[in-house]
Nanobody, 122 residues
Framework: QVQLVQSGGGLVQAGGSLRLSCAAS????????MAWFRQAPGKERDFVAD????????SYADAVKGRFTISRDNAKNTVYLQMDSLKPEDTAVYYC???????????????WGQGTQVTVSS
């Protein structure tokens, strides 16, 4: 399995921006579909975005479409989530995930980052 280490996150006011990073090691990064999920207190882990092995296609949850951007740099073994126009309802712990198939469900993903808190104040 690939190991994932996240960075970024924190506290931001509504309307602000944050960027999350997820660095991979241990296996060939470009072999993996990469995704971001988030989990708010008392709720299930929800799909946010994913990107193909090359980064040529991406998909987003409706709740973040037009505000969040997923990207990857295979030379740096890193996937990013740029979050703009943040809203209080974006508050959650965010997780990156690696898998061999793209899915909006958490189960198919093989490896997970440690999670990072994003808090958006109103």
């Amino acid at each position: 399995q690939v190991q994932l280490v996240q960075s970024g996150g924190g506290l931001v006011q509504a309307g602000g921006s944050l960027r999350l990073s997820c660095a991979a090691s241990g296996r060939t990064f470009s072999n993996y579909v990469m995704a971001w999920f988030r989990q708010a207190p008392g709720k299930e882990r929800d799909f946010v975005a994913d990107t193909s092995r090359s980064g040529s296609w991406t998909s987003y949850a409706d709740a973040v479409k037009g505000r969040f951007t997923i990207s990857r740099d295979n030379a740096k073994n890193t996937v990013y989530l740029q979050m703009d126009s943040l809203k209080p309802e974006d508050t959650a712990v965010y997780y990156c995930a690696a898998g061999t198939v793209a899915s909006a469900q958490a189960a198919p993903y093989e490896s997970w980052g440690q999670g990072t808190q994003v808090t958006v104040s109103s």
